[in-house]
C-alpha cells in the first residue's frame, strides 16, 4: 500500500509499488554478490546499511539503504530537500510529515516529499527499505545550518 498522508493517486500507487519491488530485488542482489561492499551507519536511533550510492557504485545519483529500528526508537525531526520513498519491511512505524501521522505496516510504502518535516517512530522493531538522492541534504529546524548529506545517503 502507498501512502501519501494526504492524497493517493493510483499512477503514484503503481509507480510506488513497482519501484519498492525493484528495491526489494537490488537489495537482494547486493546483499548476496556484494556484502562486502555495503556500509553500516550507526545512530542513536537506527542502523543504516548502505547498499547502493554514489560513492559506492554503480549508480550516479540514487541511494538505497535499509534502516533497522528496536522498539519505541525515533529519529529527530528533520527536513530533506529532495523525496525519499520508503518501504516497510517488518514492524510497524509511525512517520509524521509535517505534523501528520501516518501508520505503517510491512508492505506499506511512502512518499516523503522534500521540504517537509519528518519523523519517523518504530512502535516495535523494525526495517525499511529507503530510496532518494544520493547527494540529499538534510536540515533540522531551529538550527542556522544544514546537517549536510548522511554517510548512509552519500
Known sequence: MVTHCG????????????????????SCHVQAHSQRDVRRTETPNATMTTLASPTLGPTAGLSLWQVEMTAGAHGPLHVFDSEQLWTVLDGRVIVDVDGQACALEPGDTIVLPGGKTRQIKAVNDARLLACGRGDATASVPCEAQPRGTPPWIA
Open 7 to 26: 492524497d493517493n493517486d493510483n499512477l503514484v500507487y503503481h509507480l510506488v509499488n513497482q519501484v519498492a519491488e525493484l528495491a526489494r530485488r537490488i
